[in-house]
C-alpha cells in the first residue's frame, strides 16, 4: 500500500526491515545544509511536518524549494496549505503563504502520485543548493546507492536524520527503494553520488515497502522555472550571419522516433514562433561545485514538447564543412 509520509496521527511507519537511520550533526555543511524542515498549516486548521530541499537554479529571482505535493496541496481537502513555515539549519525560519507555493496540475486534478512533486518560492535568487538531475540514463540506476535525509516525525522535532541504501527497481517517473523515511520525511531529498556531486534524482513521498519517489523531470523542471517566471522566449542567432536566425519547423513531430524528424535550418530575421526557443536546464551541478555546469535543452516555442535534436555520430574531428544531422525530436530524454 502506497502512503504519503506526511507526519499525521494514523500514518504507519514507513520503515522496511531495521531501521538503519543515523542522526545528523552538525547539519550546517553542505548537502545537509540544503534541507528543510517543514510545518504545514492546512485550510481545514490541520497542522503536519514534512521536509523539504534546496535546488541549484540560478538566473532566477527566487529561490526554490522543492517537496512532495501532498506538502503543498491537501488532495483530499482539494486545497493549497494556507501557511508553510520553512527552516533551515542555523537559520530562522521563514513563513510562506499559498501564493508562493506550487504543486503539480496532475496531482491537484487527480492526486496522480507519478506527479506529486512541489514547489515552495523563497525571497532572494536560488543561487544555492543541491545539484539535480532530470536526464539521468536509467541503466544508471540499476542497484545505483541513494541516500535520503529529511526531518522524521517520530524523532525530535527539528532533527536531521539520514539513511542510506540501494535502489530497488525503478519505472519512467518513479524510483522504489528499502530506504528508512518515517512520516515527516515527505519531500526530502533522493540523492546519489553523481558526475562528481551529490545529485537529487527523486523526491521522497511514498512508503509502504518499498517506498518511493516521483523522479526529477524535464517537465518537472519547465514547470518550476514557468512558475518562477524564469522560463521566457529566446531566439538564437548566428555570429557569423548576424541577421540569420536558428528555426524550427515541427508541423509533423506528434511522436518520438529514432531518427527525429522535422526540420531545423536557417532564418533571415525571426519573423515569427518558429524562430522562438525555450532553453532551460535538464542537469545542474551543485552551487558549491567549482564551475557551473549544467546541461539544458532547447524547446520550441511554438511546437511544445518539440526539441532540436542532434546526431553527430562518426564525427570524431573539425569538419569544415560540418557533417551530421539536425533536426526535432518529440519529447527530450537526453
Same mark, same amino acid.
Given at each position: ?246 528555426? !524550427? ?68 574531428? !573539425? ?16
Amino acid at each position: 500500500m502506497e502512503l504519503p509520509a506526511v507526519q499525521g496521527s494514523s500514518l504507519p511507519e514507513s520503515v522496511c526491515g531495521k531501521d538503519e537511520r543515523v542522526q545528523v550533526d552538525p547539519m550546517t555543511s553542505s548537502p545537509y545544509k540544503w534541507i528543510c524542515s517543514l510545518l504545514i498549516e492546512s485550510a481545514n486548521g490541520g497542522i503536519s511536518r514534512g521536509s523539504g530541499f534546496k535546488i541549484h537554479l540560478p538566473d532566477v529571482d527566487r529561490t526554490a524549494v522543492v517537496t512532495s505535493g501532498h506538502c503543498t496541496y491537501m488532495y483530499e481537502e482539494r486545497a493549497y496549505a494556507t501557511k508553510i513555515t520553512v527552516t533551515f539549519p542555523g537559520q530562522r525560519p521563514v513563513n510562506v503563504g499559498a501564493n508562493d507555493i506550487y504543486a503539480s496540475p496532475e496531482y491537484i486534478n487527480t492526486g496522480d502520485r507519478d506527479h506529486g512533486y512541489g514547489l515552495i518560492l523563497l525571497p532572494g535568487t536560488s543561487d544555492d543548493g543541491f545539484g539535480w538531475s532530470a536526464i539521468i540514463p536509467d541503466e544508471k540506476l540499476n542497484n545505483r546507492m541513494v541516500t535520503n535525509c529529511g526531518y522524521p516525525c517520530d524523532k525530535p522535532a527539528g532533527t536531521m536524520w539520514i539513511t542510506g541504501g540501494v535502489i530497488a527497481s525503478h519505472i519512467a517517473n518513479r524510483i522504489y527503494y528499502m530506504n528508512d523515511p518515517m512520516g515527516g520525511q515527505s519531500g526530502s531529498p533522493f540523492y546519489t553520488w553523481y558526475g562528481d556531486y551529490w545529485t537529487v534524482l527523486a523526491i521522497h513521498s511514498y512508503g509502504g515497502c518499498h517506498n518511493f519517489a516521483p523522479r526529477f523531470t524535464r517537465e518537472m523542471i519547465s514547470r518550476f522555472l514557468k512558475r518562477m517566471n524564469g522560463l521566457k522566449k529566446k531566439t538564437l542567432r548566428s555570429v557569423g550571419f548576424p541577421d540569420v536566425y536558428l528555426r !524550427c519547423d515541427g508541423t509533423r513531430v506528434t511522436q518520438w522516433e529514432e531518427a527525429g524528424g522535422g526540420t531545423v535550418n536557417c532564418q533571415y530575421k525571426p519573423p515569427s514562433l518558429w524562430e522562438s526557443f525555450y532553453i532551460y536546464p535538464v542537469e545542474m551541478a551543485p552551487s558549491l561545485a567549482l564551475q557551473t555546469t549544467y546541461k539544458v535543452v532547447i524547446e520550441s516555442a511554438h511546437f511544445r514538447q518539440v526539441f532540436i535534436r542532434m546526431d553527430s555520430q562518426g564525427m570524431k574531428q !573539425c569538419m569544415d564543412p560540418g557533417g551530421g544531422e539536425v533536426n526535432c525530436q518529440f519529447t527530450a530524454n537526453a
